[in-house]
C-alpha cells in the first residue's frame, strides 16, 4: 500500500485511495494476493470467502477456485458441488450464474433476487 491505512477515514480526512490502493484491497478481497490464503480451506470456504465465484462456465469456476485454493483441481470443486452439495452455482448476482457456498444461497437470493428481478422487469418495458 501507498502510505498509511487507507481502510480508515475521518470526517474530516475522508477515505480517499489512490489506484495502488485500490488495486491491492481489490486482491485482497478475492484472495488474490496470498495474504488471506488458507490452502486447507474447502471449496465452499473458498466460495463464501469471496461472496460468489462468477460460473457462467464451469472450468472458469474451478480456475477461480484454483487461483485462491493451491492444489484445487476442477474434480474437487465438482466434488464439492455434486458429491458434497456444499457448493451451489446460482443466478443470484448481476445476471450471470456464480458459485457460492450452499449455505449461502438463501441469504443470497433473498438479498438479491428482487433487485435482479426489478432488472430483468424494466429491461422488457
Not at 53 to 70: I, P, S
Not at 81 to 100: D, F
Given at each position: ?28 478481497a ?21 461472496v ?9 469456476a ?21 458429491g ?42
Amino acid at each position: 500500500m501507498a502510505s498509511g491505512d487507507p481502510l480508515h477515514g475521518t470526517q474530516a480526512d475522508p477515505l480517499t485511495l489512490d489506484l495502488e490502493d485500490a488495486r491491492a484491497l481489490l486482491l485482497r478481497a478475492q484472495r488474490l494476493d496470498g495474504s488471506g490464503r488458507d490452502d486447507s480451506a474447502s471449496v465452499a470456504e473458498v466460495a463464501r470467502a469471496v461472496v460468489g465465484l462468477q460460473a457462467q462456465d464451469m472450468r472458469a469456476a474451478a480456475l477461480g477456485v484454483r487461483a485462491r485454493l493451491a492444489g484445487s483441481t476442477a474434480s474437487a470443486v465438482e466434488r464439492a458441488r455434486l458429491g458434497e452439495r456444499s457448493v451451489a452455482r446460482v443466478w443470484c448476482m448481476r445476471g450471470t450464474l456464480h458459485l457460492v457456498a450452499a449455505e449461502d444461497v438463501r441469504w443470497l437470493v433473498a438479498l438479491l433476487g428482487p433487485v435482479g428481478l426489478a432488472r430483468s422487469a424494466s429491461m422488457g418495458r
